[in-house]
């Protein structure tokens, strides 16, 4: 089968240093509403991956994600999000990034071409049999990130993908493969654009599904969020009034003496039936 990078081609646009600012601006949102319809058509597929995570992290495993460059970078960001939204470990969802922590900010050339470092740095914590390991790369061609799939592979440990290119090498490689096909981007191959897009939607519905699969959602709000700004306080006295009909006061004071949303209503309705 022929392997074509659809992320590569050209781009429907051409002359985009002659259009004015509105015309870039309007073509750029144009090709951003195709994203989520791409999606959309993956969803078979993220629901067997989604479902793979939920049940390893069910029982005892880790979520990891590892990609290179904005995949990479798209993999920390959702992983550093998962502890203070809904209160879970820092270890539960891992991301790792061809070229450590520096190359979060700053490209670090050629780390994504090393076949070894991917297995290397998942070695690093340990990964094992009761983990999940979703390579993140919009080509599909990472190095990186195919060799250290195909080590979990050997050795048992269940694989996932989140690529925009359909029958891509990492796809063929992953076992629960996704393949959100955006086709061209604006500015060719800048696929930090709609492929980013694609693969921060992905993300989004993979961890959020998991953490309600993980009871860390009640009705429809955060109640195991870290309460660490004003803000956040703020919301978690919110969720109280509504949830347990009292007032404000009552809610500031509650959330002082037992420090979460969760650990009041859980002893508000213990006191309140004994």
């Not at 990891?64 to 550093?80: E, H, K, N, P, Q």
């Not at 959020?208 to 870290?226: A, E, F, P, R, S």
């Amino acid at each position: 089968m022929n392997f074509i990078k659809t992320t590569e081609q050209d781009s429907h646009y051409n002359d985009l240093e002659t259009m004015d600012l509105k015309q870039l601006l309007t073509n750029i949102n144009n090709e951003d509403k195709t994203v989520p319809l791409a999606v959309e058509k993956a969803i078979p597929n993220i629901e067997s991956l989604t479902s793979i995570v939920i049940q390893k992290l069910k029982n005892g495993g880790r979520l990891f994600y590892i990609g290179a460059g904005t995949s990479g970078r798209l993999g920390i960001v959702d992983a550093s999000e998962c502890p203070p939204t809904f209160g879970v470990s820092h270890d539960l969802v891992v991301g790792l990034i061809a070229g450590g922590d520096s190359a979060i900010r700053k490209a670090v050339e050629f780390a994504e071409d090393s076949k070894e470092q991917g297995w290397e740095d998942l070695k690093k914590h340990a990964v094992s049999e009761k983990d999940v390991v979703i390579g993140i790369a919009a080509s599909g061609t990472t190095p990186y990130v195919i060799h250290a799939l195909e080590k979990c592979n050997e050795n048992n440990i269940a694989t996932g993908c989140i690529t925009c290119n359909e029958g891509s090498p990492l796809a063929l490689t992953a076992k629960y493969p996704v393949a959100v096909v955006v086709g061209p981007e604006f500015v060719t191959g800048s696929s930090r654009m709609k492929a980013g897009t694609a693969q921060k939607l992905v993300l989004n519905m993979i961890s959020t599904t998991t953490m309600i699969q993980l009871g860390k959602v009640k009705g429809n709000k955060m109640v195991d969020m870290q309460l660490s700004n004003k803000k956040l306080v703020k919301r978690g006295e919110d969720m109280l009034v509504s949830e347990l009909n009292i007032d404000q006061d009552t809610a500031r004071v509650l959330l002082k003496k037992y420090g979460g949303v969760r650990e009041v209503i859980n002893n508000y309705n213990k006191n309140k039936h004994e």
